[in-house]
């Protein structure tokens, strides 16, 4: 069974670090192109950092770059995202999503596996 599960979320108060992880199971991961998503309440899912399958380069959304930074363990087939100066506008659930064949690294519909997602919350 190909499982993704993400972890680390939390309350933080602004200005503060959180670092999710998205494991993966049943599947090798750095096979996968990998992108986290957001989803605030009330809008849309959107696409806030990548990393590819090819050559481990990586994609930001304007939002977060220079905040942060996607990477990934192999050996333990996972992938992170450090997530630094945290703003309340960072606040919501954060997926990762993984897909051998994306095109489009920040449209939602080009992902085949999804994780539960997980809460980040900041707010002081």
């Known amino acids: 069974q190909l499982q993704l599960v993400e972890s680390g979320g939390g309350l933080v108060q602004p200005g503060g670090s959180l670092r999710l992880s998205c494991v993966a199971s049943?599947?090798?991961?750095?096979?996968?192109?990998v992108t986290w998503f957001r989803q605030a309440p009330g809008k849309e899912r959107e696409g806030v950092a990548c990393?590819?399958?090819?050559?481990?380069?990586?994609y930001y959304s304007d939002s977060v770059k220079g905040r942060f930074t996607i990477s990934r363990e192999n050996a333990k087939n996972t992938v992170y995202l450090q997530m630094n100066s945290l703003k309340p506008e960072d606040t919501g659930v954060y997926f990762c999503?993984?897909?051998?064949?994306?095109?489009?690294?920040?449209?939602?519909?080009?992902?085949?596996?999804w994780g539960q997602g997980t809460q980040v919350t900041v707010s002081s």
């Open positions: 049943g599947f090798t991961l750095d096979y996968y192109t």
């Open positions: 990393i590819s399958q090819s050559d481990g380069s990586t």
């Open positions: 999503a993984a897909d051998s064949a994306v095109r489009r690294w920040m449209i939602q519909y080009d992902y085949d596996y």
